[in-house]
């Protein structure tokens, strides 16, 4: 995950957590300003008293599904096959390993159809979409898939997880405030931007902080027509 996306994470829980607290502070606060200073307190004394406790909690790094992936993209399919069957001797298809970053497809399923000879066909992947899935259960033979969740079980229950991978952390490049302007102010958001304005204008209607959600929707509203102003010029 990147850093403006944590960043994004970040900043949509706050507002999420500071606008709850909003709403349930109007049925006891009356005056809104009131209302907004001591939800804007309570935000950051949340947020403050739930990261100084994230320090001190001893963390225990679990090996993860993305371990999982990170780990065998790296191996051969026949080490991938060897592993599998230490996890699960009693299979005793054809086993085909097909396991990489990016889904199956209908062409890995139509491979292993053919390697398979009569036997029915025990397919490795990393993901697999409804269309494999549906393309596989309509052929003349059992393919049973064996996708990242369904391996990461079976490893983990047999003790069979491997080794994690060392990642290095990459160098953090500069990033240029025009270009994440540019990120933000993309005429693919053009799109989001109308649609949140157009929702928070019709939530100002039903909701007793009219004057605050119609601010935001203006906000979201002004976003759009930027984006589409910017990519027009560009």
Not at 38 to 50: D, G, K, P, S
Not at 115 to 120: I, N
Not at 180 to 206: C, D, E, P
Request: glycine share 2%; net charge positive; charged share 20%.
């Amino acid at each position: 995950m990147t850093t403006f996306a944590k960043l994004t994470d970040n900043l949509t829980v706050r507002a999420c957590f500071l606008l709850l607290t909003l709403l349930w502070l109007q049925f006891f606060i009356r005056k809104l300003w009131v209302s907004i200073i001591a939800a804007f307190a309570i935000t950051l004394a949340f947020f403050i008293a739930a990261k100084a406790l994230s320090k001190k909690l001893p963390r225990e790094k679990s090996f993860s599904k993305n371990d999982l992936v990170n780990a065998l993209v790296l191996k051969n399919a026949e080490d991938i096959k060897s592993l599998y069957l230490l996890a699960v001797p009693s299979d005793k298809n054809f086993i085909k390993c097909a396991f990489r970053f990016s889904a199956a497809t209908p062409d890995d399923v139509a491979a292993a159809f053919r390697e398979s000879g009569d036997r029915d066909v025990t397919l490795i992947v990393n993901e697999c979409g409804r269309q494999v899935m549906v393309y596989a259960s309509s052929l003349p033979k059992k393919i049973n898939i064996v996708n990242k969740n369904k391996l990461y079980k079976t490893l983990k229950t047999a003790g069979l997880l491997p080794k994690p991978v060392e990642m290095t952390k990459p160098e953090k490049k500069y990033v240029p405030p025009k270009e994440t302007l540019s990120y933000i102010f993309s005429k693919r958001n053009v799109k989001y931007f109308l649609f949140s304005g157009i929702i928070l204008t019709l939530m100002a209607f039903v909701t007793p902080l009219k004057l605050y959600y119609l601010i935001v929707a203006s906000l979201s509203l002004l976003f759009a027509l930027v984006s589409e102003i910017i990519y027009l010029k560009g």
